[in-house]
């Protein structure tokens, strides 16, 4: 018969045991997760990056836009300016024009206007050369810092002629 030590009956052992499987399956499941999980932040991050980018060239073609409408609006300003700078040119050009008919005496016959910016030829018939001195030249002697004229006289007895009044830079 054989001998007995022990008063329950022997069981068998495992090298690793049901409690040390159980955690080491819940470790392995753990790692698992946090692997797939940092795959999952990984993708995450990488479409944000890209969003990110996609933003960035957008406010970047924005900025663009931005410029260019601001180019624009200082053009348009610019030439609003330019428009209300001709607008004024324009109205002192008529203004001295209708002080320049207001100046021409009845006697005098003008037949040609050239106004330039700083030089006013005009063109026409006088009866004597004293009424053009008296009546016309001298107003226009008094506004323009040099005034020539030219005579040619006509087979009637009146005289053609042809007066160049210059205003220089440094008398504006």
């Known amino acids: 018969m054989a001998v007995r030590y022990s008063f329950t009956t022997p069981q068998p052992k495992y090298i690793v045991s049901k409690l040390t499987k159980i955690w080491i399956f819940y470790v392995i499941v753990s790692v698992i997760i946090v692997y797939f999980g940092g795959i999952y932040l990984k993708i995450e991050v990488n479409m944000l990056n890209n969003n990110a980018q996609i933003v960035e060239n957008n406010m970047n073609i924005q900025d663009k836009k931005i410029a260019l409408i601001n180019k624009n609006i200082e053009r348009l300003k610019y030439e609003a300016n330019l428009d209300n700078i001709n607008k004024n040119y324009n109205n002192e050009v008529q203004q001295s024009l209708l002080n320049l008919f207001a100046l021409i005496p009845d006697q005098i016959t003008i037949t040609q206007i050239k106004l330039e910016e700083e030089k006013l ?17 001298a107003p226009l002697r008094s506004i323009f ?28």
């Open 145 to 172: 810092t040099t005034s020539r004229v030219d005579f040619f006289p006509l087979p009637n007895g009146w005289f053609n002629f042809t007066s160049i009044s210059v205003l220089n830079k440094e008398a504006k």
């Open 121 to 137: 030829t005009l063109k026409g018939i006088t009866p004597t050369r004293e009424l053009y001195s008296f009546l016309l030249q």
